[in-house]
């Protein structure tokens, strides 16, 4: 499936964020939206995956207008991860998970056939969950939390996966379990992925491509090596850096640096 933006132009009533925008998602990668807080990621994402209509332009799935689609057959098509997700009290992980099957049923509370009862299992094992299937989720760590909604999510059986910071909030054990199950999801089943994610050097390790962003603008775009460079980091980001490369991923890795304020600048401090 080719994932398209025409001209997008986003944002919230008569604030503009994004305004003209163009992009290709390239499919069966993982794509990761970088930029500095306020850029526009969330809203691109949002846009891009129908929680929010367009101001302007069109976001096309396969030359179709996403907005012209029935609502269930597009979530055959694409699944979402929004930021902070919250359950109803009680809830079990396998009732959470069970969730993700309701655009394969003819009613909402039809049966769950064997199919359905099979996409379950296989969602819990590939996020490891199996184990934590009848506990609550408020009775899960963080980390625990956001691979239950991972394997909600991947339960729809989709070929896109929206996950909109699904890292935050997260001690850096737990963050990396989390992207290593990104990867693994992409790796070894195709999914087409696209998250929004702050820590750079986590972007640059697990995705295939990079969006940078800055003021709503796309201004770099393209694989790690090329498009983590001093010169965007510097431009999006507003930091020196120095660049190395990961012994063990040969991605680049960034070191950051405090940049030497200006005369002005240093009569604010």
């Not at 001209?7 to 794509?31: F, R, S």
């Not at 919250?86 to 655009?103: K, M, S």
């Not at 996966?161 to 693994?184: G, K």
């Not at 012994?247 to 940049?259: A, G, M, S």
């Amino acid at each position: 499936m080719e994932l398209t933006a025409r001209h997008l132009k986003a944002g919230y009533d008569k604030n503009v964020i994004i305004e003209d925008m163009n992009l290709t998602v390239p499919a069966h990668k993982v794509t990761a939206l970088i930029g500095a807080n306020g850029c526009g990621k969330s809203t691109l994402l949002k846009t891009l995956c129908r929680i929010q209509p367009p101001l302007g332009g069109e976001v096309l799935l396969d030359g179709r207008s996403i907005f012209a689609e029935d609502s269930r057959q597009l979530a055959k098509k694409l699944a979402i991860l929004p930021q902070n997700p919250q359950a109803p009290a009680g809830l079990t992980v396998q009732e959470l998970v069970n969730y993700g099957r309701a655009p394969h049923r003819a009613r909402f509370f039809a049966r769950t056939t064997q199919e359905e009862r099979r996409m379950v299992e296989w969602a819990l094992q590939e996020t490891d969950m199996t184990a934590f299937a009848d506990r609550p989720i408020e009775a899960l760590s963080g980390g625990q939390r956001q691979r239950a909604w991972i394997a909600m999510a991947i339960a729809q059986d989709t070929e896109i996966l929206f996950l909109d910071e699904p890292t935050s909030f997260l001690d850096v054990a737990h963050q990396m379990d989390v992207l290593t199950l990104v990867r693994h999801l992409n790796t070894a089943y195709g999914k087409t992925i696209v998250m929004v994610i702050h820590e750079i050097n986590e972007a640059a390790r697990f995705a295939d491509y990079l969006l940078a962003m800055k003021h709503g603008m796309l201004l770099y775009e393209g694989t790690p090596d090329e498009v983590f460079t001093k010169e965007m980091l510097a431009d999006v980001f507003g930091i020196d850096a120095e660049l190395l490369r990961d012994p063990r991923t040969d991605r680049p890795h960034c070191i950051p640096y405090v940049r030497d304020l200006t005369k002005e600048e240093k009569s604010y401090a």
